[in-house]
């Protein structure tokens, strides 16, 4: 089976601007949760989507979104980036959710906020 | 609010030897899942191993254990025969268990060292 992936691995924006980022998940799978990592506030949990709707959720503002669609692959949005969004951004699928015993993670998205 | 603390940001251990990571959290739930991420230099992060709170027997994978003490909110990662892949950053992290809405909750991490 193919991984987790991540697209684009790499990505340059300007504050201000909006950005989507994408992952695909292990097939068969029907969990998507993102993470964002950062060197200040470490590894922070966004929000997790099953079946389309969103299960559970981190302290992030309105200005983070995800959805997913009917094939599981999953976007995130951030809306008007500030400096701080720059981040790595990860991503895991799991047949049943971020609770369960199976895991498995992309290689992440570095976004850098200029 | 729910959190996590690992007190050791960095530890060193030889190969071959056993090491054990810190873990202490706070809630005032009783359902829930504790968990150990493992992050190795520029490659993917890893579940290590998961505990359920209702479950008094320590969870186990191969060379990683865990000490789960309830009453302590205490749940530290014991890792055996240390392996020079074992280097990286390990998360300790806290889910409530049902409900919706919840927050995967992560500590600062420890940086594990294995010396040859």
């Known amino acids: 089976k193919a991984g987790v992936t991540q697209t684009p691995r790499y990505l340059i924006k300007t504050r201000g601007q909006q950005v989507t980022l994408s992952c695909s998940p292990i097939s068969g799978h029907r969990s998507v949760s993102w993470y964002q990592q950062t060197p200040g506030q470490g590894l922070q949990f966004l929000f997790e989507y099953f079946s389309e709707t969103q299960r559970n959720k981190g302290n992030f503002p309105g200005r983070f979104s995800g959805r997913q669609f009917s094939n599981s692959r999953s976007e995130m949005n951030v809306s008007t980036l500030e400096l701080g969004d720059s981040a790595l951004y990860l991503c895991?699928?799991?047949?049943?959710?971020?609770?369960?015993?199976?895991?498995?993670f992309g290689p992440g998205t570095r976004l850098t906020v200029t | 609010a729910q959190t996590v603390t690992q007190s050791q940001p960095e530890m060193s251990v030889q190969e071959a030897e056993t090491v054990t990571l810190s873990c202490t959290y706070d809630?005032?739930?009783?359902?829930?899942?504790l968990f150990w991420y493992k992050q190795p230099p520029s490659r993917q992060m890893i579940l290590v191993i998961r505990q359920e709170a209702y479950k008094q027997q320590n969870a186990t994978e191969n060379r990683f254990s865990v000490n789960f003490q309830k009453a302590a909110k205490s749940f530290s990662l014991k890792i055996s025969d240390s392996q020079l892949g074992d280097t990286a950053m390990y998360f300790c992290a806290f889910i409530e268990r049902g409900g919706s809405q919840g927050n995967l909750i992560f500590g600062k991490g420890t940086k594990l060292s294995v010396k040859p």
């Open positions: 809630t005032s739930e009783n359902n829930y899942y």
């Open positions: 895991a699928s799991s047949p049943t959710g971020i609770a369960a015993n199976e895991q498995y």
